[in-house]
């Protein structure tokens, strides 16, 4: 069963949104994942288990969906002056965040998700950081590169790499970035 979209911004459904995420994120932190359970959820959020069911279809999809909520961005990237200072200091930050332990189990949830929609959320909410970058850039005058092109030089090699068991360190992290730079000189 696929999750179904919010129906509305506020109201019950924002609250049974906000109530079962809370729930089991707190879940999360209390016991071992392998024990945390649709039923377990529901009773800690207050609601019954047909209604996690209902709206999330089961707990792997639910687990997804509280890992896009974790991951989408709380802030602007940092304004360290230049579009490539600025890209080295996201890009640095993304690799720390993504391969740390709650990093690595949110990319594994969205990923094991049926649907892909979480994960095409993710790529957006990367995009939309980068594209934050390129616009300051771009109104200092300065050339960055194209949006795409950040995503497969710099994005996707930092992902591969934490998905396949290697934390990129920062000069490799800078190092990319040096490069997809130098394409626009």
């Given at each position: ?12 459904s ?13 879940l ?77 189990e ?25 594209v ?13 590169p194209?949006?795409d092109?950040v ?8 992902m591969?790499r ?6 990129p ?9 040096s ?7």
């Amino acid at each position: 069963m696929a999750a179904k979209e919010k129906l509305r911004p506020g109201g019950r459904s924002a609250r049974v949104q906000a109530s079962v995420h809370k729930a089991t994120r707190d879940l999360l932190t209390e016991m071992n994942r392998a024990e945390v359970t649709i039923p377990l959820i529901a009773g800690k959020a207050g609601v019954t288990p047909s209604t996690i069911y209902r709206r999330w279809g089961d707990l792997q999809e639910l687990l997804a969906d509280v890992a896009v909520e974790r991951l989408r961005p709380d802030m602007q990237p940092i304004d360290a002056g230049s579009g490539k200072a600025d890209l080295e200091a996201w890009a640095e930050q993304y690799a720390e965040e993504m391969s740390s332990g709650p990093g690595r189990e949110m990319i594994r949830d969205v990923l094991a998700a049926q649907t892909g929609a979480n994960a095409c959320k993710c790529c957006e909410y990367t995009r939309q950081q980068i594209v934050v970058i390129a616009d300051r850039a771009k109104a200092r005058g300065t050339t960055f590169p194209d949006v795409d092109l950040v995503m497969d030089q710099v994005v996707a090699p930092i992902m591969y790499r934490i998905l396949f068991g290697d934390v990129p360190d920062a000069a490799r992290v800078r190092d990319l970035v040096s490069r997809v730079m130098n394409l626009t000189d």
